[in-house]
């Protein structure tokens, strides 16, 4: 295109603001840089090099979520002296098992613990009070006294089973005893259906191949007997409490012990058949930081790659040129080098939120490279030699790039005197990275494109005359309906932005579908041990108890207890029943079980069935249809095999459960100094102070309940401490941190403005908009159900800093553009409209991150982007001019 066209002048006056005309140094510099560009590579690439390593050796990553608020917080404060004195509380790993048999999941926790155990240099301590010695004697202790007494009852019916059972463990001893209880059903004291169907189950799936254990401890008396496990944890249910060993020179500190406990994991089903059905998972403060992290370098490593790629993509459709896309792009990753050391030197780790710098500069810094490279293209076009065209160029746009540094760098600097420690470190490593790329966009870029090849075939558009000239005529042509519908939107966005919510549950910032995560939620909906609960410390013992006696009486809490509650109550009364239930069960020693051949269990297994055919309980004529197929498969090729699965499934849990059994009648008077302890150490300090453990009665799914509990307990203890409290109170400083970091963004914001465009009016024009586009974003926000939350709630404040780089352009161009012309039918629009649209598809690649607080940060960002872009590009240009 000829250099003298009317649109090429056109473009070449539009930049020629008085910020640019007050930023004649870059053109300066740029034009040396040219001409040093050999020495300015080679700089560039031994800094790199440097960079490179520091960051390899000085960079890790911080994956305690405490750490993202201030510890100068009072409540901070309280936690760090309850968690100084009980560390094993502040890093926790749980192994939860579910298995379908009591039986089972004792069988799990046993041998898990005793592999866990023999790893000092993974676990400090392996803890499950079940494993116990203490509590594998003195459990019957823990029951109430009437429940204890309902269970010696129950197990006195069934002696006759347990002796002769205990004796001779088979089908032959059995019968030995239903045969004569079903002659004579008047007299039996309890109902014989459920241990005929368990009994069935169990026949047929031996039949069938199949493990599936019998559970005698619930049929010698329901889930209260025979085992220390069911005093404390009742059901199918166990835990196992670790404090982990981790190794903070690792990105995952905690893979070895996370590791080591899947491998235990694989090897137990691996060694025994009965564990197919056992589910162990990992959850706690350790596994749910470790999956976090995991999650959160996935989501943000594939997003970078991502955004790296879509830049490129959108580079081109801008600039037209392969060359200048690969000059740009090697800028892009040169400045997020530079920023990744400034993060090594500055603050030395990345938190889980400024984790996300790289994205958040990739979507960002680009900018500054493509402003610079678009009105270099476009002087090419005109006929001008590189030589002069760069300078020209940087000295046109320059002053542009350096205003964008300093307001996208408000957005984020805002944050860093808030006591939100983790987006005040997003932001201070991120604000510098905004300078940083402006720096390395006047400076290896230009020395880049020096080395480039010369032909860089482009045109200058002409302002067009057809359907998009009329619609881009539109802002101005219907300037007061505009505004009027702009009046009217903005005052219902901030109706509905009264309903914004901030979410305060930080499980909600994690992988829902992630091991951690989901079992967690499914402890918070198990009444019987609650994940979350609050401490108090209390000087001695005393204060302890009278503590926990107020604590107990309030509705909100389900219970309260210390060190001396875990004494068991009432022991005179029962250890005289514990003494009774000894004489009334004479169980037999322990000795090996009497041989039984496949023809003596088929002979009893035959007595049986028919003496069950005569019964009319359906469940007896279940039992007795099994034990036909029995006698039929007695003669088959698999009859070893089949008796081998029927003593399995039916006795082969019941040595364990009488051995238990007998241990527990060994109970006496037991004191504080008697528990374990492991135990002991979880509730009195080295330095004599105890923690108060306190219980919700309701589950703490909601905010609402959580609410409840807090409010409750502290007001009547002030200084409890702990996650529930945590989570509120981090809530209410991030909103705090909000509120502040918006408001010094705004102030900073209008400062800055009024230095640049020097007149209130012009000011104003251009904060309208932006103020606009927030009320539209919460409003959206609102609409789509989407709370603010730990990680999005720097998106407004950055929001604003980006949006000021849009209208100060347009506003800055519209001074010198002549009266009447389109703003944005010129390469200022269309510089705005690239920038945006890149880093509004960066930002919306973020949306894909399976890291649901990065995604949430992208999606808020995308909306806020679109939105000042659409006040920006239809309301401004009617504000500052009408044709």
């Known amino acids: 295109m000829a250099a003298d066209d009317p649109a090429a002048r056109g473009g070449m006056q539009e930049h020629k603001t008085t910020a640019q005309r007050g930023a004649p140094w870059t053109a300066r510099w740029v034009a040396f840089v040219q001409r040093r560009s050999a020495a300015v590579l080679l700089f560039c690439a031994l800094l790199g090099i440097g960079v490179g390593v520091y960051v390899a050796g000085h960079l890790s990553v911080d ?44 069988l799990a926790q046993q041998q898990l613990v005793r592999q866990l155990r023999q790893r000092p240099d993974l676990y400090r301590s392996v803890f499950a009070a079940e494993t116990e010695a203490y509590f594998r004697q003195n459990g019957l202790l823990y029951l109430p006294t009437d429940a204890l007494d309902a269970l010696a009852q129950q197990l006195n019916l069934a002696q006759p089973f347990l002796a002769t059972l205990g004796r001779d463990p088979s089908l032959r001893g059995l019968s030995g005893l239903l045969i004569p209880a079903l002659q004579r059903p008047e007299a039996l004291p309890f109902d014989l259906s459920p241990a005929f169907n368990a009994l069935a189950d169990g026949v047929g799936a031996a039949i069938d191949g199949r493990n599936q254990a019998l559970s005698w401890q619930s049929m010698m008396g329901g889930a209260d007997a025979g085992s220390a496990s069911s005093m404390l944890q009742p059901g199918r249910r166990r835990f196992i409490a670790l404090d982990p ?111 996300a710098f790289g994205l958040l500069y990739v979507g960002l810094g680009i900018d500054y490279a493509l402003y610079l490279c678009m009105q270099y293209r476009e002087h090419r076009a005109q006929g001008i030699e590189r030589a002069a065209a760069l300078p020209r160029a940087a000295g046109e746009v320059g002053g542009f790039m350096l205003v964008c540094a300093l307001t996208t760098s408000i957005g984020f600097f805002a944050f860093i005197p808030t006591r939100f420690a983790g987006i005040g470190e997003l932001g201070l490593i991120a604000g510098v990275g905004m300078f940083v790329s402006f720096a390395v966009s006047l400076t290896l870029l230009p020395a880049l494109i020096a080395r480039l090849p010369q032909g860089i075939k482009a045109r200058v558009t002409k302002p067009g005359s057809g359907f998009a000239a009329r619609v881009l005529a ?106 009774d239930l000894v004489l009334s069960l004479n169980l037999p020693p322990p000795a090996p079980a009497a041989a039984v051949t496949p023809e003596q269990e088929a002979a009893a297994a035959q007595a049986l069935a028919e003496a069950l055919a005569a019964s009319p309980l359906p469940a007896a004529a279940k039992l007795s249809t099994q034990l036909r197929r029995l006698v039929q498969s007695a003669d088959g090729a698999d009859a ?55 219980w919700p009665r309701e589950s703490l799914e909601s905010p609402a309940a959580m609410a409840r509990f807090v409010d409750a307990v502290r ?33 900073a914001v209008l400062l800055l403005l009024m230095i640049l465009l020097r007149s209130v009016a012009d000011t104003l024009r251009v904060v309208l908009p932006l103020l606009l586009a927030g009320a539209f974003t919460v409003a959206a926000m609102v609409l789509l159900k989407q709370p603010f939350n730990f990680a999005n709630v720097i998106a407004l404040p950055l929001v604003l800093g980006v949006g000021v780089d849009y209208g100060v352009y347009l506003a800055q161009s519209g001074r010198a553009a002549p009266r009447g012309a389109n703003l944005l039918q010129t390469s200022t629009a269309r510089a705005v409209w690239y920038g945006a649209l890149i880093t509004i598809a960066n930002f919306g690649n973020l949306m894909l991150a399976p890291h649901p607080g990065m995604a949430s940060m992208g999606l808020l960002l995308t909306l806020g982007l679109c939105m000042t872009l659409l006040c920006t590009l239809v309301l401004l240009p009617g504000l500052l001019n009408r044709p």
């Open 715 to 747: 007001g009547a203890a002030p200084a409890a401490v702990g996650p529930p409290i945590g989570f509120l109170e981090a809530g209410r400083t991030v909103v705090d941190a909000f509120r502040e970091a918006f408001s010094y963004a705004i102030v």
């Open 640 to 694: 070893a095999a089949i008796v081998s699965h029927l003593h399995t499934n039916l006795f082969g849990a019941l040595p364990a459960q009488l051995a238990q059994l007998r241990e527990s009648l060994k109970a006496g008077a037991v004191t504080e100094a008697d528990l374990p302890a492991e135990l002991r150490r979880r509730y009195r300090s080295d330095d004599g102070q105890y923690r108060v453990e306190i």
């Open 63 to 106: 994956t305690n979520t405490e750490n993202m608020l201030s510890p100068q917080l009072p409540w901070r404060q309280a936690e760090r002296a309850l968690l100084d004195r009980f560390p094993q509380l502040e890093r926790s790993l749980a192994v939860v098992i579910d298995a379908p048999t009591p039986e089972a999941a004792d």
């Open 474 to 579: 539109w802002p101005y042509r219907y300037a007061g309906p505009i505004r009027i519908a702009a009046v009217v939107l903005g005052l219902a966005a901030i109706a509905l932005a009264t309903q914004a919510r901030f979410d305060t549950d930080p499980l909600n910032l994690r992988d829902p579908h992630s091991e951690s995560v989901a079992t967690f939620r499914d402890l918070l909906r198990d009444p019987s041990l609650p994940p979350l609960t609050l401490s108090v410390l209390a000087p001695d013992a005393e204060q302890a108890k009278a503590i926990s006696a107020r604590l107990s009486k309030l509705p909100e809490v389900a219970r309260a207890f210390s060190l001396g509650d875990l004494v068991p109550s009432d022991q005179p009364d029962k250890l005289a029943i514990i003494d």
């Open 245 to 355: 060993v981790l190794d903070f020179r690792q990105l995952t500190p905690a893979a070895a012990a996370i590791g080591y406990v899947r491998q235990q994991i694989t090897a137990l089903r691996a060694s025994d058949p009965q564990m197919d059905e056992v589910r162990v998972r990992l959850t706690g403060s350790v596994a749910l930081e470790h999956e976090e992290l995991l999650s959160a370098f996935g989501g943000t490593g594939v997003a970078l790659i991502g955004a790296t790629l879509l830049v490129a993509v959108l580079l081109w459709l801008a600039l037209r040129s392969v060359w200048l896309v690969i000059a740009a792009v090697l800028t892009l990753v040169y400045g997020l080098l530079l920023t990744a050391g400034f993060a090594a030197l500055a603050v030395g780790h990345l938190n889980l939120i400024s984790i």
